[in-house]
């Protein structure tokens, strides 16, 4: 791989740990700045995509809808207080389109309740994003998670 397609793919990197960085630092509001300004947030079962269905648990078409969703579980959204820990491994550019590069990373994520301490598994799966290079400067035109499971167990209130 030559120096510019490893400069590449540390701005992916880069940017792909930078958003859990923000979630796991609980630092959701800077979330939306890691989006292009047509950005899409999406969240959805394997179950579903792998049988053409449309429904989302979240679906933010653009920073914006994501910073309301920030802003509403900050004020609004009633959960049990809680923290993540993301693991990311398997990063690949797999294509490149539209002047986008097609990513694939593993995920899970150890979610830790505040009342007692205990952690968990809380989620697994894949992040199939479109990233874009402007200016030196990685963001996700769109940030697609994937979990394994049929369903979510609880309230998804902390993006993943």
Known sequence: MGAASESVRHRVEDLLHEWARRIDEDRLEALAELLTTEGNYRIA???NLDRGLPLSVVHCRGPAQLRDR???LRIANVYEP???RHILSGVQIIGES???LDVRTNYMVIRTMEHDGISSIFSTGQ???RVVITDGTARF???LVVFDSKAI???LAIPL
Request: hydrophobic content about 25%; some cysteine.
């Open 70 to 72: 920030v802003t509403s």
């Open 98 to 100: 539209d002047g986008a």
């Open 82 to 84: 809680h923290c993540y």
């Open 153 to 155: 167990d609880t309230l």
């Open 45 to 47: 079962s394997r179950f």
């Open 127 to 129: 992040y199939r994003d």
């Open 141 to 143: 035109a769109e940030r």
